[in-house]
């Protein structure tokens, strides 16, 4: 310390959990779990190897501690935007939004998907835990739309679960092709057209070759 009690210019502040945390995601979103090393991580925060190790005990922890994190602050976010809308129809077009602003605003989302895509073979213990998300995300979508048959916003015939199976599947599949291919896909206009397609389907004497409510569509 100085006479007067002031901290050298030079001395530095350790670096907090979030901030790693942060350093971390931008490293695993664009190389993935493979491709970044504590080394990489480190120095994209500009801290020393050790600096992580005081916080993480190696990268594993590090990448689960990123992604709950992340995960728990995207589905909080979708929670409070899903209460403001009345209907159903409205609360769907809020996550699509949702997702829309991770997506794009911030690297949040490049960082699940990412991940999710790659722990396919490679990471059983993260591609459980991608299970569990993926399921409470449907499980999510399925109690929307129930919501709106009871509501009588949507059709009555079709089966909760296969119909969030497909909204899922609609919204990761354009982020993905986004990511591969952003001079081609436009996020935005794909969502769009995306979510008119499901509404008009969703919809009272929507087209009747949907996904009828049969037995085995609870089954996941």
Known sequence: MSPRGRRPRTEKREPSRKQLMAAAIDCFARLGYQGTSIERIARAAGVTKGAVYYHFRDKEELLFSAVKDRIGGFEKQVLEAVTVAGDAQGALRRVVDACFVHATVSNHRRFIITLMIEALDTNPRLSSEFQRILRRMRAFLADLVRRGQAQGSMRPDV??????????????????????????????????????????????????????????????
């Open 159 to 220: 089966a909760p679960e296969m119909a969030a199976a497909l909204i899922a599947s609609a919204i990761i599949g354009a982020e993905v092709q986004h990511y591969q291919d952003q001079t081609e896909i436009d996020l935005r206009a794909t969502l769009d057209t995306t979510l008119d397609a499901l509404a008009t389907w969703l919809a009272p004497g929507g087209a009747t070759q949907g996904i009828a409510a049969s037995g085995g569509a609870n089954t996941w």
